[in-house]
C-alpha cells in the first residue's frame, strides 16, 4: 500500500516550511515545498507577481502541488493554495495538517517579509485580513490543526512528524481516502 504526501497548509509565517522541513528528515522522508518548486523553476516569488500578476503564480502554483501531491513525503503549500478549487478538491484525499499561529507571534516572523501580499503598508494589517478571508478554507481542509505559536520548533516538528507517522502506518483504517 502506498503512502499518501502529508500537506501542511496554514497562513503566512505559520512555520509550514521549517515545521515541515524537520518533520520529513526526522521521519526520512522526502520534503516538498510549492514555493521553492515555483521559484526554481520560474524565479522569486516577488518577481513573478511583480511582472506577471497574482493569477499567473496561482497557475505555477497549481502546478507545483500537483507534482507535490504525486510524492510519498511531507508537503509545504504557499498560504494561498487553498484558493485554488482542484487544490481543494485534491487535498480532500490527503491528510492535511494547518499549522496556525497567533498575529502577536507571527508579527516577529513577517518583518522585513518580502512577500507580495504584505508590501505596501501595515504588513501585519495585511496578514490578519488575508488569513481571515481564508480561515474557513483551512478549517474545512484540515485533519488536524497545530498551534505554532508557543513552544520550540523542534518540538512541534516532532507532534507533526508523530500524527505524520500514524498516517502512514499500515492500517488501512489510519488511512484517510485509501478504501
Ligand atoms: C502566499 C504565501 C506565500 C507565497 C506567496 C503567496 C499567500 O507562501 O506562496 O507569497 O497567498 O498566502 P508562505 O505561506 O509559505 O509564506
Redesign the pocket.
Known amino acids: 500500500m502506498s503512502r499518501r504526501a502529508v500537506v501542511l497548509i496554514?497562513?503566512?509565517?505559520?512555520g509550514?516550511?521549517s515545521i515541515g522541513r524537520k518533520a520529513a528528515k526526522a521521519l526520512e522522508a522526502p520534503f516538498f515545498?510549492?514555493?521553492i518548486a515555483?521559484a526554481r523553476v520560474h524565479g522569486p516569488?516577488?518577481e513573478i507577481?511583480a511582472a506577471q500578476g497574482?493569477q499567473r503564480?496561482r497557475q505555477f502554483?497549481r502546478e507545483a502541488v500537483q507534482e507535490a501531491l504525486s510524492t510519498d513525503g511531507i508537503v509545504?503549500?504557499?498560504?494561498?493554495?487553498v484558493?485554488h478549487p482542484d487544490t481543494r478538491a485534491d487535498l480532500a484525499r490527503h491528510p492535511v495538517v494547518l499549522l496556525t499561529v497567533d498575529p502577536r507571534t507571527v508579527a516577529g516572523r513577517i518583518r522585513g517579509t518580502t512577500?507580495?501580499?504584505l508590501q505596501g503598508g501595515d504588513a501585519l494589517a495585511s496578514w490578519q485580513r488575508?488569513a481571515e478571508e481564508?480561515e474557513q478554507l483551512y478549517a474545512d481542509l484540515a485533519d488536524i490543526t497545530i498551534d505554532t505559536s508557543i513552544g520550540h520548533i523542534r518540538d512541534i516538528a516532532d507532534r507533526v512528524a508523530a500524527w505524520v507517522a500514524e498516517q502512514w502506518t499500515d492500517d488501512p483504517a489510519a488511512q484517510k481516502g485509501i478504501e
Not at 496554514?10 to 505559520?14: A, E, K, L, T, V
Not at 509545504?76 to 493554495?81: K, L, P
Open positions: 496554514g497562513p503566512m509565517g505559520s509550514k516550511t515545498d510549492t514555493d515555483v516569488i516577488r507577481f497574482e503564480f502554483e509545504a503549500v504557499g498560504g494561498g493554495a484558493l512577500r507580495p501580499l488575508v481564508r
